[in-house]
Nanobody, 124 residues
Framework: VQLQASGGGLVQAGGSLRLSCVAS????????VAWFRQAPGKEREFIAT????????NLIDFVKGRFTISRDNAKNTVYLQMNTLEPDDTAVYYC??????????????????WGQGTLVTVSS
């Protein structure tokens, strides 16, 4: 499978963006999908993961209540809805897919396939 992330851009603090991760080459329903991000000068960090059917999600604490992960397997797409954005959310956001695990992981090494990243810039 190949992943294409999109939807990033420049937004003011308090604004919203929806990122999309579109799969090609295989059906995304076979994969657990996660979003990670990497801010300038920092290591990549886990944001959220969603189960194959979409019934189970896990988000890191500092985005709970602001971000939502969802998927539309018919469209081969996973989304990250980001609301009430803050300047600290500025980062390149990556989606990643794992075909083999039973549950989602916050560990990068669990994911074999990565999208190219989409830049989110939040101005104050």
């Amino acid at each position: 499978v190949q992943l294409q992330a999109s939807g990033g851009g420049l937004v003011q603090a308090g604004g919203s963006l929806r990122l999309s991760c579109v799969a090609s080459g295989d059906t995304i329903r076979n994969y657990i999908v996660a979003w990670f991000r990497q801010a300038p000068g920092k290591e990549r960090e886990f944001i959220a993961t969603i189960s194959r059917g979409g019934g189970s999600t896990n988000l890191i604490d500092f985005v709970k209540g602001r971000f939502t992960i969802s998927r539309d397997n018919a469209k081969n797409t996973v989304y990250l809805q980001m609301n009430t954005l803050e300047p600290d959310d500025t980062a390149v956001y990556y989606c990643a897919a794992d075909r083999f695990s039973r549950t989602g992981s916050a560990i990068e090494k669990a994911y074999r396939t990565w999208g190219q990243g989409t830049l989110v810039t939040v101005s104050s």
